[in-house]
């Protein structure tokens, strides 16, 4: 003890004890406040982006991701998919994709980043069905001339494998393309713009 009758020891001990028992009831505070300004999970959901892993999609297999509450394709066409979109020109609405329904790096025979890789938002243009994945060659309901596709089984319209709409058909335009990029040449991240791979 001190001249004056005071505790040294033990004021610097209770003013350490006072310190730490503030700042963890500071930190405690602060956690939930600065979490408050982090986007809700819907807000999340909205606009975040997604990332979807094509490194196990076969030859003319059909994947589903789902972005901002929709579900997007990833299709892995084949050589012989590719190579049948061109014939298909004559019979669809927008073959050259003018309107404005895929970004402007998709704009292109077909409409894709990759050509063997296609990515679209899995909703029919006309009332919002979402159409059936029917990638046979001439099936009896869809006549000679089908080369695979997507067809609406709401109101009948038909989608080659760029989601180009065919002509006589409900559907008014192509299917849209989301902004899309490949992030390596085996992970595709949907919702982010990216431009040529």
Not at 42 to 60: C, F, H, M, T, V
């Amino acid at each position: 003890m001190t001249a004056e009758g005071v505790d040294l020891k033990k004021r610097r001990f209770l003013t350490a004890a006072t310190s730490v028992v503030g700042a963890v009831g500071v930190g405690f505070a602060a956690v939930p406040f600065i979490a408050s300004w982090n986007p809700s999970e819907r807000a999340k959901a909205l606009g975040a982006p997604e990332e979807a892993d094509i490194s196990k999609l076969e030859p003319g297999a059909l994947m589903r991701v789902k972005w901002r509450g929709q579900v997007c394709w990833v299709v892995h066409r084949t050589k012989q998919n590719i190579a049948d979109l061109p014939t298909l020109d004559p019979m669809l609405v927008d073959p050259t994709s003018e309107q404005p329904q895929q970004p402007p790096y998709c704009k292109n025979p077909t409409r894709s980043i990759k050509p063997e890789y296609w990515i679209a938002i899995g909703i029919c243009t006309h009332l919002g069905c979402s159409p059936t994945y029917r990638p046979d060659v001439a099936p009896e309901d869809l006549g000679p001339k089908w080369k695979g596709g997507f067809f609406c089984p709401c109101h009948g319209s038909k989608f080659d494998l760029a989601g180009r709409v065919f002509k006589g058909v409900p559907a008014p335009t192509n299917l849209v393309i989301p902004p899309h990029k490949y992030v390596t040449d085996t992970l595709v991240m949907i919702g982010v713009d990216g431009g040529a791979a």
